[in-house]
């Protein structure tokens, strides 16, 4: 790989979780650094302020397990995957922004914390989530019953439109029954996961 370094033998590293895609932490590297994280799998920077080479964790514990490493379109920047074993900020957050390392699925993850909210609230008069499962399990199962039904007779339709629509509702009311359930899309990826053998 061709590695660019900067006036002061320095290239940024920006660390990415592997799973979540979650950015963890940027960093410098050396020649010296890329070489030995290579070597030990155990992402191991360029300290600036120590002036020496640094593995993280290895005071802490929480090393940085190498999975991949890429390099940018202008050759001057790495992106390196991690599995990152306990938190990655000195400050003991799971990056060095404070933010959870948790797994996103974008919007259905806003939609699901939604949900979570109108159910809370009760609401049952101004909030149709609330008004469905105030009625029962049972009526929220029954719903993703109803909305899949219509899935499928779109599906062999040829108005792609309403196939959409239908399989919008399907999905915005399986997140409902998974919730009802006691579960969330996190499962649903571990069991999934769990498959691919």
Known sequence: ???KYDTNGLVPAIIQDATTKNVLMLGYMNKEAYKKTLDTKQ????????????????????????????NDCDN??????VNPAGPTCHKGTDNCWGENNTSSYGFFSTLENVIKERVANKDTDKSYVASLFSKGINKVAQKVGEEAVETVIEAMDNNDEL?????ADLMFHYLML???????????????MSRKK
């Open 163 to 167: 196939f959409l629509y239908e399989s």
């Open 43 to 70: 992402v191991t920077f360029f300290s600036r302020s120590k002036q020496r080479l640094w593995t993280k964790g290895e005071e802490s514990g929480h090393f940085l397990n190498l999975v991949d490493i890429k």
């Open 178 to 192: 998974l919730q009802a359930k006691g579960f969330t899309l996190k499962d649903i990826e571990k069991e999934l």
């Open 1 to 3: 790989m061709t590695i």
């Open 76 to 81: 001057d920047t790495l992106l390196i995957q």
